[in-house]
């Protein structure tokens, strides 16, 4: 399998964490965004909406979407479960996984679109708003407040094991920090204990 990938992009991490979880053998070949490579007719055979990341299988079929990837690894390699086993569990997880997705990773993009390195990067292609980003800000910082308090009652973000909900997070959160200005603050001691947990496994470092 080839994974098709940038590495400072946080979707193409999150997959990366996956893959390195389950310990799959994957060979990742690197789009040069920069070059709008992935607006180019060979890449949007693969993903047609000209995102990373995109599989690609071992009998040369695509898929998008850093989840549904993640699901497809799954699928092909059960363990360690990282989707959940019981109903229960599965639509536990699925929930924390879409209110990450939801109100904490569409938060830090509508900063990230309208924040200083996209103005250099993409500077007189569109119009940033800057009510925006000042709206979008104060969600992340209140968004992590709220963890805080969840995870005062619970070791993970969807309950007492690891899942794709924390990489979910731990990617959201890294990405918001090194390049979007959005660092947590330091009164959240339990998010911060759950970041020490997350980012210390070997497979944070994919």
């Not at 789009?31 to 299988?57: I, R």
């Not at 924390?96 to 109100?103: A, G, P, S, T, V």
Request: net charge neutral; with cysteine.
């Amino acid at each position: 399998m080839k994974l098709y990938d940038v590495t400072n992009a946080p979707n193409p991490r999150r997959v990366r964490i996956f893959i390195a979880e389950k310990g799959i053998p994957v060979e990742f070949v690197q789009v040069d965004m920069m070059a709008g490579a992935h607006k180019q007719p060979d890449f949007l055979d693969k993903h047609p909406s000209g995102k990373v990341p995109a599989l690609e299988t071992d009998d040369r079929q695509f898929i998008g979407e850093s989840v549904a990837i993640c699901r497809y690894l799954e699928a092909l390699q059960p363990e360690p479960n990282l989707f959940g086993r019981s109903p229960y569990e599965l639509g536990r997880i699925e929930m924390h996984n879409r209110i990450l997705e939801l109100e904490l990773w569409t938060q830090i993009g509508t900063s990230w679109v309208n924040g200083p390195i996209v103005a250099k990067m993409a500077a007189g292609r569109f119009k940033q708003i800057p009510e925006a980003k000042t709206a979008s800000d104060a969600n992340v910082h209140r968004f992590y407040a709220r963890l805080n308090s969840e995870l005062e009652k619970r070791q993970y973000m969807a309950g007492d094991r690891y899942t794709i909900a924390d990489i979910t997070a731990l990617t959201a959160i890294d990405f918001a920090t090194a390049l979007v200005g959005l660092k947590p603050v330091d009164d959240l001691p339990y998010l911060w204990a759950w970041h020490e947990r997350v980012s210390s496994r070997p497979s944070a470092k994919a």
